[in-house]
């Protein structure tokens, strides 16, 4: 069974970096696709990105300030948000998925503070 | 991007009952639909892909079904287990993105 684990700071301060990763279990990382999403408190749910062994993809509302990269010889993969605010504070999920999402982490909460 | 509108935003309803959950895009969408099922504190759950197939364990209550830009997602007997937040997530065009949200609540 796929899993996958968030991981990262809980709190970051206005204006500096988000990192967060993503560890990969019970399934290879090799041949598939890796998306960022994100929920904020009384919001819906926004797509990030994604990442795979050849691309990568960010959402146009937030590719200036984000990147992701793929790290197969750990199995996990991370996401950097640049120069955040407090509308960046949201649970913040990985998910395998080409068109559709099927296996999610639980979801980690950064807040902007 | 492509909008995903859902209705209703919440519906109250009783365990047995039937609920149907809509989702119109802004503009037509291939096949590339997907909905979700999230409850707090959870990892979010696909429930249904390609506008209409069932993913691997998910229970036969739920179906979705629909085309161009409106589909629809139904639980046919609405179990405890229901309660739920869902949402629809069209996939044909980057970004990837999802409707509001409709709340399922216990009547």
């Known amino acids: 069974q796929v899993q996958l684990r968030e991981s990262g700071p809980g709190l970051v301060r206005p204006s500096e970096t988000l990192s967060l990763t993503c560890a990969v279990s019970?399934?290879?990382?090799?041949?598939?696709?890796w998306n960022w999403i994100r929920q904020s408190a009384g919001k819906g749910l926004e797509w990030i990105g994604r990442v795979d062994d050849s691309e990568t993809i960010y959402n146009p509302s937030l590719k200036s300030r984000v990147a992701m990269s793929l790290d197969t010889s750990r199995s996990q993969f991370s996401l950097q948000v640049r120069s955040v605010t407090a509308a960046d504070t949201a649970f913040y999920y990985c998910a395998r998925g080409t068109a559709a999402a099927d296996y999610w982490g639980q979801g980690t909460l950064v807040t902007v503070s | 991007d492509i909008q995903m509108t859902q209705s209703p935003s919440s519906v109250s309803a009783s365990v047995g009952d039937r609920v149907t959950i809509t989702c119109r895009a802004s503009r037509a969408i291939g096949p590339w639909l997907a909905w979700y099922q999230v409850k707090p504190g959870k990892a979010p759950k696909l429930l249904i892909h390609v506008i209409s197939s069932l993913q691997s364990g998910v229970s036969s209550r739920f179906s979705g079904s629909g085309s161009g830009t409106d589909f629809t997602l139904t639980i046919s007997s609405l179990q405890p287990e229901d309660f739920a937040t869902y949402y629809c997530q069209q996939a044909d065009r980057f970004p990837w993105t999802f409707g509001q949200g409709t709340r399922v609540e216990i009547k």
């Open positions: 019970g399934g290879s990382i090799r041949g598939y696709r």
